[in-house]
């Protein structure tokens, strides 16, 4: 009976073995990094890293940008990981005001200044950046069925009733960062009688779609797409929020044909960078920082648009030419004027207007 | 002294009361500390946060179509599966061993699995897509609020899901009405048809089938309701935009909990839940009465002369029943054709390719690969078993004392205690963890086997179900006689009890195994907040990422296509093993 007893113990408490430590001190020095689904990571480019400064690399995973926040936030007094990467410029203010993150020491001085001007502070680094704002349906906006909108205010047209799909700001980055373009479009436009939420308004008025993320309105209810080819399509929306570099990646990946294009009105697009940074109360700064070099070295930033499908943070970067990358994106002629500051301080108000405006 | 009082007066070992109430606890301390939490954050109290439900965003609507498809689900499977459950039970069927098994099939398949299989199935290329059905707005969408629905649903998406839910819910109303058709002596038909009140279809249906069929049909339909009703990956999958209950205390449950932040979704969390558990205990109240009324008419005759008397079925039943189980394979071999699947340059239509499975097995590009996500999910799935068998045990052991003693109150109410997680559902039981837990002690987000705490919360109740009767059914002589032998302890046990449990505790084991390798709501709540890749969960990560890149939709279908495979392997062996001895089974 003993003996069956003490078997049944080892069954027991086997699982709990991973919670006692018993590394020695031999092994290699571990970074945790809380990031979402960055498809940029590789295996090849972690283990590089690895060979190359001798600390292992661990992924805590969040849902994404704003799973990160919470996720740091909620352990705060106990930090879980050394580094957040994908905290955005609309959710980095949030951080910095918590003193969620801690100072690094990384020489930001190879970036370009387009990368560095929603941040240029001592806590957190741009890694990647890309311009979001409308794409359309080319096959669809032609003219003749549909115009091609000179004004947010023509998308409150019947001809626009029901064709437009946005993903929600409350759950969605691109969203959250379209919603803040919008604010600053129509704080500057001729009208000065209406404000964004007014439009958001119309716009739920006229049949806008509104999705919780990106995936879903880009995937299954916009026309111009990959989304035709993937299973659950319905194709409803002939506009939608992604990036102006999403018709490039469309070509890149379609050998140079796509029927989607960006809609570039100045004031609608936003500038989103994506950071990374030590998180404060971090056990392996060393590495941490280490992996911060890394990410911005020429061989791993580079190549950005082709492994994260997003824009280098380097100075002098471009888009592949390769099966019509670079020919297919869009440079926006004037991306919204809001800062960081400004994005912490309201947007939680923001995000409480759209919901009365789209109820 | 306190324990010979204790086993004089209720027979049961101080410890064994430690383990019931330590099991209780697990169930319930999670899920205290959780709604503690969010009281806390949010300065409301449970009974106020129900009476702002409807001022939450996107409540109301959740619940109206949380009412709506679990309505129509209900009534389709009905449709469907009572006359295959009559049918079933009614004639000698070759072969219905098989044919139950694979009706039974889909309620074990793991949820994302049903989930991407319908996709296909109705996408390009699907069979359901090629009579004509499919998720394209141009032929089936019903969009405008005054023709159908507020904010529209797509016929297209609302019919996958309908159909989906009638899939995995048909072995229920197979696994109520069968046993009540096959038992009935068939004497009573033929005398009934003699008599004034059986001279037509409707009224024998009057006077005998409606009352003997009803309460099981009931307790059928009632089930169904309450699955369609918490239904999460397959409203997430194939109604995306549209929200049950169950769906937006998913997407809100991340952000849940944190002091100062986001409030109002602590809020709404708070307040969604609370009337969803309102309403779970509710349709669970419901599913006892009937299920008590069912077990009264559930004495009846010996179903192999019954069958025998009553022949073979039909031509036309063997051809619709022959339908609805092919039919119900479609989804399993359609997840297999799409991992081989991929899109073409744009306007090239598909090819076949292997460079989904390719993809899933390197697991490249920050996931984990196939064979890592296999190793973690077996882990969980390991100790889900090794915690929840031996403690379902000691729970079952400890209930069947209690009411052999004759404390059939005690026993009752501690049995429904241990059955809470069961009452509240998977996304509820991840929120314990999460809010309950992590937000209260985040050093847990290191704990790596975390993940298999809430298929513990969530097997436990079904153990017990499953041992419980299986302990009342064995004949106290046989311990009378262990102890007359003077055996050992260990061969006492075995010979008493441990040879009579062995097929039950196998099928336990097996369907433990099977429903943490599938489970999906908490874990998809728990796993979102930390590290911890299951197999399930990362064929959602992967069919959620952007699919600019071709091969992403066909990994996710390699890697649902495996869970399907092991899943079945395991199911496969617990038949082998529960069946080596020769059982009798019609």
Known sequence: MRKILFVLSLLLTAPLAGCLDFSSEDEPPVVRILTYDITGFSDEMLSTFTNQTGFEIELVKADDAGGILEQLLQTQDAPQVDLAIGLDNTYLQTALDAELLQEHSTDVSGLSSAALEPYNGPFAVPFDRGDVCLNYDESRVDGENLSVPTSLWDLTEPEWDGLAAFPSPLTSSPGRAFMTATVDYFENDDNGTTDAFDWWEAMAENGAIFTSGWTEAYEIHYSGGYGEWVEGHIGDAAMTVSYCHSPGVEAYYSSNWTKSTSLTLPRATFHQVEYAAVVAGASEIDGANAFLAYLLSEDVNRNMPENNLMQSVLVDATWPETDGYAHHTDTPELNAEITTQRIGQDMDGWLSSWQDATQ | ?586
């Open chain 2, 1 to 586: 002294m306190f324990r010979t009082l204790s086993e004089r007066r209720s027979g049961l070992h101080p410890a064994q009361w430690a383990l019931l109430l330590g099991v209780i606890a697990l169930g319930v301390v999670p899920l205290t500390l959780a709604a503690l939490r969010l009281q806390d954050v949010t300065e409301t109290s449970m009974l106020g946060a129900l009476r702002l439900f409807f001022e939450q965003n996107g409540a109301q609507e959740a619940l109206r179509f949380s009412m709506v498809e679990a309505v129509a689900s209900t009534v389709l499977t009905v449709v469907i599966g009572l006359p295959v459950a009559w049918a079933m039970g009614r004639y000698r069927w070759k072969r219905i061993r098989l044919q139950r098994t694979l009706l039974y099939l889909p309620f074990v398949t793991p949820p994302v699995v049903a989930a991407v299989g319908f996709l296909a199935m109705f996408s390009e290329g699907g069979w359901v897509h090629m009579i004509g059905l499919d998720f394209r707005s141009a032929q089936t969408n019903i969009t405008k609020p005054s023709e159908w629905y507020t904010e529209g649903v797509h016929f297209g998406q609302f019919s996958a899901l309908i159909l989906a839910h009638t899939w995995f819910n048909i072995s229920l109303m197979i696994r109520f009405v069968e046993p009540v058709v096959a038992q009935l002596d068939p004497s009573w038909e033929e005398q009934l048809r003699l008599l004034p009140g059986g001279q037509t279809t409707l009224r024998r249906f009057r006077t005998l089938w409606a009352p003997m069929l009803g309460p099981a049909v009931a307790v059928a339909a009632t089930y169904t309701f309450f699955f369609s009703f918490t239904s999460f990956a397959l409203v997430r999958w194939l109604t995306p935009g549209r929200h049950t209950l169950e769906s937006l205390l998913a997407d809100l449950g991340g952000s849940a909990g944190i002091e100062g932040y986001r409030t109002d979704t602590s809020l709404a969390v708070l307040s969604i839940a609370a009337v969803q558990m309102v309403l779970m205990l509710l349709m669970l109240w419901g599913a006892g009465r009937f299920e008590r009324k069912h077990s009264h008419v559930l004495t009846l005759n010996d179903e192999n002369s019954n069958r025998a008397r009553r022949g073979p079925p039909p031509l036309r039943w063997i051809v619709g029943v022959g339908s609805v189980v092919a039919l119900s394979m479609t989804p399993y071999v359609s997840v297999i054709l799409a991992s081989f699947r991929m899109r073409g340059d744009a306007g090239e239509g598909f090819r076949w390719t292997l460079a989904g499975w390719e993809s899933a097995i390197a697991g490249d590009r920050s996931t984990i690969s196939l064979v890592e996500a296999i190793g973690n999910s077996l882990t969980y799935a390991g100790i889900t078993v090794l915690v929840a068998l031996p403690l379902g045990y000691g729970v079952a052991s400890a209930l069947t004392t209690l009411r052999k003693r004759g404390h059939h109150k005690t026993a009752g109410v501690l049995d429904s205690l241990c059955m809470i997680p069961l009452s509240v559902s998977a996304v509820v039981v991840g929120l314990g963890i999460v809010v309950g837990m992590l937000r209260w002690y985040p050093d847990l987000f290191r704990f790596p086997y975390l993940p298999a705490l809430p298929h513990i919360m969530l097997v436990l109740p079904f153990v017990i179900r499953l041992l419980v009767p299986a302990m009342e059914r064995i004949d106290e002589i046989y311990a009378q006689q262990a102890q007359l032998l003077q055996l050992s302890p260990f061969r006492t046990w075995w010979h008493s009890k441990g040879a009579f449990l062995l097929p039950t505790m196998t099928m336990a084991a097996s369907l433990c195994l099977a429903f943490s390798l599938g489970e999906f709501g908490a874990s998809y709540l728990v796993v979102r907040v930390g590290s911890w890749d299951t197999l399930s969960i990362l064929v959602d990560t992967v069919a959620g990422r952007p699919k600019f890149d071709p091969v992403v939709m066909p990994t996710a279908m390699a890697l649902a296509s495996m869970l399907m495979l092991i899943t079945f392997i395991i199911l496969g062996l617990n038949e082998r093993l529960r069946t080596r001895g020769g059982t009798d089974d019609v």
